[in-house]
């Protein structure tokens, strides 16, 4: 009688526990057919978080002030074509350089250790800060840093800067090298 009284409590344990994997099956289901359902935040993958992103962003009617906007997004300056002088090359590319990002490579003269360039650069970096100069600086090698500009206009004004400092050996800009006041090239006068 024990046993049976065993089994029969068993096999109700079991058919309750397949009633309620099932049950909760068939919520799950409805829950993905409902379009309007929400899903636990703790479930959200990558594309979730992303679809939910460009919800936002499309549901979001106020527009960012230009300055705020990321550098791909912003509208590009116009060039007055009547402020060009033709032979003033530096001058034309100023100009066509205003709020883009440019790129400067700057050689240390002698032959530096990565720290020793680092300290160096760093001089200069801070001395172009306190000048209200935006510039990023990475070390590439012992003796090479780039800067980078978010505003390519100012790199000629930089550039000048530079090469009047006594550890600089030379300055690239859009792949025109200038020599440094620590030069070994001679200088080339036009």
Request: proline share 5%; glycine share 4%.
């Amino acid at each position: 009688m024990k046993f049976f009284v065993f089994c029969l409590f068993f096999l109700f344990i079991a058919l309750f526990v397949t009633y309620s994997v099932a049950d909760s099956n068939q919520n799950k289901e409805k829950t993905k057919n409902q379009p309007g359902k929400k899903k636990d935040i703790t479930d959200y993958n990558d594309a979730d978080v992303e679809r939910l992103f460009d919800q936002w962003e499309e549901n979001d009617e106020e527009e960012l002030p230009e300055d705020e906007k990321p550098a791909y997004l912003r509208k590009q300056p116009n060039i007055d074509l009547s402020q060009l002088d033709p032979s003033d090359p530096e001058g034309m590319l100023k100009l066509s350089k205003k709020s883009k990002t440019v790129m400067m490579f700057v050689q240390v003269s002698g032959d530096p250790e990565q720290r020793e360039t680092e300290q160096v650069t760093s001089l200069w970096q801070s001395q172009l800060f306190n000048a209200n100069y935006e510039v990023n600086r990475f070390v590439v090698d012992s003796n090479r840093v780039i800067f980078l500009l978010n505003d390519g206009s100012k790199a000629w004004e930089i550039k000048d800067f530079l090469i009047k400092q006594d550890r600089c050996e030379e300055v690239t800009i859009e792949g025109k090298s200038y020599p440094g006041k620590a030069s070994k090239k001679p200088k080339i006068e036009l």
